[in-house]
């Protein structure tokens, strides 16, 4: 549990300084083809469907790599 949480931890920090250094790092989210942008005249909805799967797929294979035995 312990790695768990000084990864995690290590993990939010470098993305909290890529995110401060490079504003435009996350400007790809919500923008890649099978995106679901709905736009109105009283407001925006935004279901990044294809955005999500692949943070989800980035994120198992980091854990899958951290976590092996």
Request: charged fraction near 15%; charge should be positive.
């Amino acid at each position: 549990m312990g790695k768990l949480l000084i990864t995690a931890g290590i993990l939010l920090l470098a993305l909290g300084l890529v995110l401060q250094v490079w504003p435009a790092a996350l400007s790809w989210f919500g923008r890649l083809p099978g995106d679901l942008r709905i736009e109105r005249e009283n407001g925006v909805l935004l279901i990044p469907l294809t955005s999500m799967i692949l943070v989800s797929l980035a994120l198992s294979l980091i854990l899958n790599l951290f976590l092996r035995r």
